[in-house]
């Protein structure tokens, strides 16, 4: 053997074998990394969807995915945050929203009629029935109804039912719903008022034949006025005043569904020159079970002094009679010095005790101010309760109360106007507790409901579930919008109703001045009809009230942060939105310009799962500039087949400055290891502290890295450079550049590329360390050593600025070892630094050796991808050539120093 090979022939085989290790096993140890991008060879994706994705003034955000999402991309989930779900927004309850988008409210009375005024509701659970007064300038005064529920869908009227329309007026409407629904109405179309009764279809709400009527005939040459309709269990009481002449006198009949008088009348008051108004009652049944029934009624009564006194009555339906133990005059429940009025009655079956209770809340001037007084009585008559003040220790006015009770007859709520000082007339409220022997208020005491500029006047509430629902009259806005409607909440708790104030909704706040609110109660689905006068027409809304998601988003927080969309990267701003409920609503985020008067909807979110979620908007989307930032918890409700939208009330505001971004950059190679970037910044508003460079190898698929080389801002420059050292010849770098201030940052710039000279003597510096100062985008962190590492990546569409590189200079699409990056952190680490100081020591300082790093950097790429087409044989070639390495390690390092020591003669 040794005398067939000269010399030269041993030197020409040493250095093939030398090439084979350099170019070819590379090639294999490399076709069994997958292409992700990760050290440590882990392929990393995702098969999950995203789930519901919301597009609102062009900005596309991902709402909770419909499985495990781990990709980095921020389109991915909530912007690559682990997120599990079923898939798009989940089924979500509201307790507090309104109906109407725009807070104007429904229209529900036509128009070209006259003023609406006394609207009267019933809700039937299903559908709320209005009755009002209307004016026609012709006959005066009519009656009409309108319906409005699940197939109404609160849509604006474009007709009523006419009631009736005769000659003369038609007032005060009341209502009862049975097998149809029964309107009575005070009539002046005569010499006398009567009392007339509409008996209508409570479908297709057309007037039945033979109605209206007049009904309680027998009573003479007499007015008979404001009526009033209670249904009992099989007919009706209808409670009405009696004038004659200047002799007034409260009196009650029992009529059937056809109006016929089958019980009465009977006196329910004295019969005195005292004018009784304010007619007020209230229906309970025995809660024994015996069948009776018994409807209380309150009145306010002028006395022979001229001041207003309180009167309660007692009526038992079942002996169409007082009941027992009741006088004919009644009780006078509030009958001291000074007036007492606006009395409002509640009475209830406690089946708890057996008994029958009432409860009379009005409003007393007898200590030289106003105060809210509540009094308590039995079925007999009996007090219960002395006179219960209900706002103790104030010495302003307090007025017009209204009360509800829960259904376990435990808390009494009333809530009052409170005269405030400066701010005018504010909302409070007391929870007495109903079962207490003497009225004491519950630990909570006196509560404030509501307390701003502006007068809130007006109150009305209901009682749904566990909770109580108030409305009024508002003038918060009174400069720019008038009178307004809001609502409230009180929640229930073992300390009673407590105030709910962030739930504050402003149910109606169009220009113009809406008064006067009343509450139809609670529909089929907890939902609460709210009317109002709006100028010369009756306005409803719906709110809704669903038990389960509270509104209550937290301020969450805003600020940059790095996220690349290859091949053009792109910085987002990160919105962590926070919850303290369990279950929320959708989300928006609202933004402004710091300086705007007003916020608009940036992007829209799914629910958020758990206590928080992450959000991204790209800022290209937002501008630049300094922005205040909002969170909002939202939901839509279907009424009818018509979808609104509810909001929760705000979070705090964060604030965040964007800055712009430069422009006009270049990138030009100066020498083998130098390549310069020039850019432009002459934007306006925020000024920036510098700019910061990135890079990455040209072509890969990786993201940019911070190298830690920066610019400061000058303001008597628009035209800034940059220049990278230390880079590797003839190798092609990609940069993107960005303004920064502080922790606020640009968008960056498109990138733009230049290649590195060929080195034409000396020794070619290595691949440039990842930087330590500088910061890895989130999901691809550097090597730790080996030079940067560089994955096969398909064709780009951003080639970036080449102008100013020579033609002449090839551009390499594999610049760096591909033994360093399928070694990196394996046991063959040691054996693989070993053949790059062999590749920077030796080879790159003869020709041959030039020859062998060409070949490899032309080869190796293409056979690589090859090979990893084929998962199987790559695998198996990656797992052979480990074994082989681990094995013949001593022997590799024997054959590379004998190689080394051949080419050194």
């Known amino acids: 053997m040794h005398s067939y090979f000269r010399n030269s022939d041993r030197s020409k085989l040493i250095k093939i074998a030398v090439l084979f290790l350099v170019v070819l096993l590379p090639v294999f140890l490399n076709a069994g990394v997958a292409t992700s991008g990760s050290s440590s060879g882990t392929s990393v994706s995702s098969s999950s969807s995203v789930g519901s994705v919301s597009t609102v003034g062009g900005v596309t955000t991902a709402g909770t995915g419909g499985g495990s999402e781990t990709s980095s991309d921020p389109s991915g989930g909530f912007g690559g945050e682990q997120q599990t779900g079923g898939g798009g927004p989940v089924p979500n309850t509201i307790e507090w929203s309104v109906s109407d988008p725009a807070q104007s409210g429904i229209r529900i009375s036509p128009t070209g009629i006259g003023a609406v005024s006394n609207a009267s509701a019933i809700n039937t659970g299903t559908n709320v029935f209005y009755a009002y007064e209307y004016t026609d300038t012709t006959t005066g005064q009519n009656i009409a109804v309108r319906k409005v529920g699940s197939t109404s869908a609160l849509t604006p009227a474009s007709s009523h039912t006419v009631v009736t329309q005769a000659s003369g007026n038609q007032t005060s409407p009341d209502m009862a719903v049975s097998t149809q629904l029964f309107i009575v109405y005070e009539d002046a179309s005569g010499s006398d008022s009567k009392i007339y009764l509409g008996k209508i279809n ?173 009094k308590k009585y039995d079925i007999s008559g009996s007090s219960l309760w002395g006179i219960v003040n209900v706002s103790p220790g104030n010495s302003s006015d307090q007025i017009n109360p209204v009360a509800v009770i829960d259904p376990g007859v435990i808390y009494l709520t009333i809530v009052f106007q409170h005269q405030s000082g400066a701010n005018g007339w504010d909302l409070q409220y007391n929870v007495l507790s109903a079962g207490s022997s003497s009225g004491q208020s519950s630990s909570n005491g006196v509560q404030t409901l509501y307390s701003g500029s502006g007068d809130q006047i007006n109150p009305t509430m209901v009682w749904y579930n566990k909770d109580v629902i108030v409305t009024w009259e508002d003038y918060r806005n009174s400069s720019t919008t008038g009178a307004d409607i809001y609502a409230n909440r009180l929640e229930v708790d073992t300390d009673g109703p407590i105030p709910q104030s962030m739930w504050t909704v402003a149910v109606c706040t169009k220009n113009g001045n809406q008064t006067n609110p009343f509450i139809a109660g609670e529909g089929s689905e907890g939902d609460s009809i709210i009317g109002w006068y709006d100028s010369s027409a009756l306005h409803v809304q719906l709110l809704c009230y669903e038990e389960g998601a509270i509104f209550r988003p937290n301020a969450g927080s805003v600020g ?178 960005r303004a920064y201030s502080g922790s606020n940052t640009s968008d960056y710039t498109s990138p733009v590329s230049a290649t590195t000279e060929e080195n034409n003597g000396g020794s070619t510096a290595p691949p440039p360390p990842p930087p330590s100062g ?45 033994m360093a990056t399928s070694s990196h952190n394996s046991y063959s680490a040691g054996l693989v630094t070993q053949f790059i100081n062999f590749r920077d020591g030796v080879l790159h300082s003869n020709l041959y050796g030039k020859l062998s790093t060409r070949s490899y950097r032309n080869l190796a790429p293409s056979l690589a991808a090859k090979i990893a087409q084929e998962p199987v044989f790559g695998s198996g070639v990656k797992q052979i050539l480990s074994y082989f390495v681990s094995i013949m390690g001593i022997s590799l390092l024997v054959i590379l120093t004998v190689c080394i020591r051949v080419l050194k003669r």
């Open 774 to 818: 500088g910061s890895e985008p989130p999901g691809n962190p550097p090597p730790s050593s080996g030079g940067e590492s560089y994955i096969p990546d398909p064709p780009s569409s951003e080639s970036g600025n080449n102008s100013n590189v020579s033609s002449s200079k090839k551009s390499s699409s594999a610049p760096t070892c591909y």
């Open 560 to 737: 940059n942060v790095f996220s690349y969309n290859d091949p053009v990267p792109s910085v987002d701003v990160k919105f962590t939105l926070t919850s303290n409920s369990d279950i929320d609503g959708s989300n928006k985020i609202n933004f402004k310009l710091t300086s705007a008067s007003s916020y608009s909807l940036l992007a829209t979110t799914g629910p958020i799962t758990g206590t928080s979620a992450i959000v991204y908007v790209p800022v290209v989307e937002i501008g630049t500039g300094q922005f205040n930032f909002q969170h909002k918890a939202y939901t839509t409700i279907t009424v009818g087949g018509v979808v609104f939208t509810s909001d929760s009330p705000a979070s705090s505001t964060t604030q965040l400055t964007i800055l712009e971004k430069p422009t006009n950059s270049t990138a030009t190679a100066l020498s083998a290891s130098q390549i310069k970037i020039d850019f432009q910044w002459n934007g306006s508003g925020t000024l920036p502290a510098g700019f910061k460079i990135l890079r990455r190898l040209g072509g890969s698929s990786s993201n940019f890295i911070d190298i830690g080389t920066s610019v400061t801002y000058s303001s008597s420059t628009s035209n800034y450079s940059i220049t990278d050292t230390g880079l590797q010849d003839e190798t092609t770098y990609e940069y993107t550049l």
């Open 202 to 374: 409570k479908t297709s709400l057309a007037s039945l034949t033979g109605f209206p009527k007049e009904i309680l005939l027998g009573e003479g040459t007499v007015n008979l006025r404001t009526p009033r309709i209670v249904e009992l269990s099989s007919n009706f009481l209808v409670i009405y005043k009696k004038e004659s002449g200047s002799t007034y006198e409260l009196r009650a009949a029992v009529i059937d569904s056809s109006g016929t008088v089958v019980g009465g009348p009977i006196s329910i008051s004295a019969s005195n020159n005292n004018n009784k108004t304010s007619i007020k009652y209230s229906l309970i049944s025995d809660p024994t079970g015996s069948g009776m029934e018994y409807v209380s009624v309150c009145w306010q009564e002028q006395n022979s002094s001229g001041n207003q006194d309180i009167y309660l009555q007692f009526i038992d339906a079942a002996t169409l009679g007082l009941a027992a133990g009741w006088a004919q005059s009644g009780v006078g429940v509030g009958t001291g010095s000074g007036d007492q009025k606006n009395a409002t009655v509640i009475s209830v079956s406690n089946s708890s005790t057996g008994d029958i209770e009432s409860y009379v809340v009005y409003q007393d001037n007898q200590s030289g101010n106003w105060d809210v007084i509540c």
